[in-house]
C-alpha cells in the first residue's frame, strides 16, 4: 500500500500572485497539500495573462501561471466586499495555512490581518511573502525578482568585469523565496501538531536572497573580502569553471589534489603537475588564466561530451553546459520522472508537461495532483464545502463577489 502524501489532510488558502507565493503553495500541493488558490473574479492571478504563448495568456491560461499552480483548486473571491471576507473567513475557519504576498499592509486594510484571522483560527499557519519583509524602513516598496536581485548583491558578482552587473537568466530571487515560504510554512505545522499553536511567518525575498549566497556573503562578513565577478570561474579553486573543447563547453571542477592530478593525466598533460605556479592550490588561483589555456589546449582534442564521460568515469567532476530544452532532455530526469505529463486545463487535445518536486518520497517521484484549474473552476464545490447552498452561491455570483 502507497503511504499518503506528506502533506495528506492539509489545506491551504493561497492568495498569491504571480511567482514567489504561487511557487510556495505549488510546492505544497506537489506534497498533497490541498491547496484552494483565491483570485478575484475576472481576472485571477496576473500570471494568467503572462508566457511566451499570447493565446494562452489572452485565455487565463498563460504559461506562467500553468507553471506553477497545477494540482491547485481556483476559487474566485472579491474580497473588497463584505460577502467576500466573510466567505474568505468561513474558509480560514477550515484552513491549515494562508499564504500571500501582497504588500505590507494590504491584509489589514481589507480587515484580513493576522490578529484577525487568527481569532477565527488561532492554529492557523499565515505566512506573508514580500520583497523586503513586514518590517523595515523598506517594507511598503514595491519589489519585483529584478530589483531583489540587484540590491542583494547578486547581479553584482554575476557576470564578468566588463558585463556587470548583470542579472541571472531566470527568476531566481522569486524562487528562492518561493522556497523560503513552503519550507518555513512545512516546518511551522510540525509545531503545530505538537502544541496546536499557529504561526505568522513573515518571508523577505531579500533576506532569502543574501542566505542563497552562501561564501559570497560570508566571505565578506567573515574575512572583509570584497565579492568580484570572476565570470564562469571558481573562486575557491582552480581549475573550476567552463572551458572550450573540440565541440561545445565543458563544466570542471577538478577542485581536490587527485581531481587535478588525474585530470591533467587523462588530458596528456602530466607537465602541469610539475609547474611551479600550478603545484599548490592556492598558486592556481593565482595563475588560473594561465592554467586555463594549458588545460584548453588539452581539451580541444575532443567534444565537450566525450570529455564528460571520459573525466565523470575517473572522478574529476564534470559536464556539458546544455541549453534549456537539452537539460530538460536529459535521460536521468526520465529515469527519476521529474517531469509530468497532465490533461490540458481547458481540455484541449494537447499534454501538458510540468515539473515535478525535486524531491522523492519513499523512493516515488512526486508530480501533481491534476492540471492547473480553470478561473473560478471550483468557486462552487468549494463554497459549498463552505456550508453556502446553491442559491447562496447563485447570489453572491449575482452580486459579482464570485
Request: glycine letters at 12%; charged letters at 20%.
Amino acid at each position: 500500500m502507497n503511504a499518503a502524501p506528506l502533506l495528506d489532510g492539509i489545506r491551504v488558502l493561497d492568495l498569491t500572485n504571480v511567482l514567489a507565493g504561487p511557487f510556495a503553495g505549488y510546492q505544497l500541493a506537489l506534497q498533497g497539500a490541498d491547496v484552494v488558490k483565491v483570485e478575484m473574479p475576472e481576472s485571477g492571478d496576473l500570471a494568467r495573462q503572462l508566457g511566451a504563448d499570447r493565446a494562452l495568456s489572452e485565455e487565463l491560461l498563460g504559461a506562467s501561471f500553468l507553471a506553477q499552480n497545477a494540482g491547485k483548486r481556483s476559487l474566485t473571491l472579491d474580497l473588497k466586499s463584505p460577502e467576500g471576507k466573510e466567505a474568505l473567513l468561513r474558509a480560514v475557519r477550515e484552513a491549515d495555512v494562508l499564504v500571500e504576498n501582497f504588500r505590507p499592509g494590504v491584509m489589514g486594510r481589507l480587515g484580513l490581518g493576522w490578529e484577525v484571522l487568527k481569532g477565527h483560527n488561532p492554529g492557523l499557519v499565515y505566512c506573508a511573502i514580500s520583497g523586503f519583509g513586514q518590517t523595515g524602513p523598506m517594507r511598503e516598496r514595491p519589489a519585483y525578482d529584478q530589483i531583489v536581485q540587484g540590491l542583494s548583491g547578486m547581479m553584482s558578482v554575476t557576470g564578468t568585469p566588463e558585463v556587470t552587473p548583470l542579472r541571472a537568466g531566470f527568476p531566481v530571487a522569486d524562487t528562492l523565496g518561493g522556497m523560503a515560504a513552503a519550507y518555513a510554512i512545512a516546518a511551522a505545522l510540525v509545531r503545530r501538531g505538537r502544541t496546536g499553536q499557529g504561526a505568522l511567518l513573515d518571508v523577505s525575498m531579500l533576506e532569502a536572497a543574501l542566505t542563497a549566497m552562501g561564501w559570497v556573503t560570508s566571505n565578506y562578513l567573515i574575512t572583509g573580502s570584497t565579492p568580484r565577478p570572476m565570470g564562469n570561474e571558481n573562486f575557491t579553486a582552480a581549475p573550476s569553471g567552463t572551458f572550450t573543447t573540440a565541440e561545445g563547453h565543458l563544466n570542471i571542477a577538478a577542485n581536490r589534489q587527485q581531481q587535478f592530478a588525474t585530470l591533467c593525466r587523462l588530458i596528456d598533460r602530466e607537465d602541469l603537475l610539475a609547474d611551479p605556479r600550478f603545484t599548490h592550490p592556492a598558486d592556481r588561483k593565482t595563475h588560473r588564466d594561465a592554467l586555463r589555456d594549458q588545460i584548453e589546449a588539452g581539451l580541444a582534442l575532443r567534444t565537450a561530451k566525450e570529455w564528460e564521460e571520459i573525466l565523470s568515469d575517473a572522478g574529476v567532476p564534470a559536464a556539458r553546459v546544455l541549453s534549456v530544452p537539452d537539460a530538460l532532455g536529459l535521460d536521468q530526469l526520465a529515469a527519476r520522472g521529474f517531469v509530468h505529463r497532465l490533461p490540458f486545463p481547458d481540455g484541449r487535445d494537447r499534454a501538458l508537461e510540468v515539473l515535478g518536486s525535486a524531491v522523492q518520497v519513499d523512493g516515488r517521484p512526486v508530480g501533481p495532483g491534476g492540471p492547473p484549474p480553470r478561473l473560478g473552476e471550483h468557486t462552487d464545490t468549494v463554497l459549498a464545502e463552505l456550508g453556502y447552498g446553491q442559491r447562496e452561491i447563485e447570489e453572491l455570483r449575482t452580486k459579482g463577489t464570485v
